[in-house]
C-alpha cells in the first residue's frame, strides 16, 4: 500500500497542563486533549498534534493513548465520529476535555 496516496489518522490522547503564560491557565487546572491528526506515519502525526497543543496554550504532562484512528471505532460516539471526520477531510482535528483549577472530585481521599 503506498502511503503517500492515502495516509492514516492517527488518534493521541495527551494529558495537558496550561501554558504559565497563556488564557487557559487563569481558567482551567488541566485537561486530555483528544488529537485525530492524518499523517505519513506515526511520528509525523505526532509532531504535528504536539505542535497544535502547544500552540493552542497547553503544556503537555504525558501521552496516555496513541493508535491507527478508524471510522469503527467511532459510531456509538456522534461528537469522536464528526473529530475523525474533520481529521480525514482537514488533517485535524482537537477536542480538549478540560478541568477547572480547584481541587477535582479524585482528589479527595476518603
Not at 496516496?5 to 495537558?16: A, I, K, M, R, T
Not at 497543543?53 to 497547553?58: M, P
Request: glycine share 6%.
Amino acid at each position: 500500500m503506498n502511503m503517500s496516496s492515502n495516509p492514516q489518522v492517527y488518534y493521541f490522547l495527551f494529558e495537558v497542563a496550561p501554558d504559565a503564560e497563556g488564557d487557559n491557565f487563569v481558567n482551567y487546572g488541566g485537561a486530555f486533549a483528544a488529537c485525530w491528526v492524518r499523517g505519513e506515519t506515526i511520528e509525523d502525526a505526532q509532531d504535528i498534534a504536539i505542535n497544535a497543543v502547544s500552540t493552542d496554550g497547553w503544556v503537555i504532562s504525558s501521552l496516555e493513548e496513541s493508535f491507527i484512528a478508524e471510522s469503527e471505532y467511532y459510531e456509538e460516539d456522534p461528537e469522536l465520529k464528526a473529530a475523525f471526520e474533520q481529521a480525514l477531510r482537514e488533517g485535524e482535528s482537537y477536542i480538549y476535555y478540560t478541568w477547572t483549577p480547584e481541587p477535582q472530585e479524585e482528589d479527595t481521599i476518603h
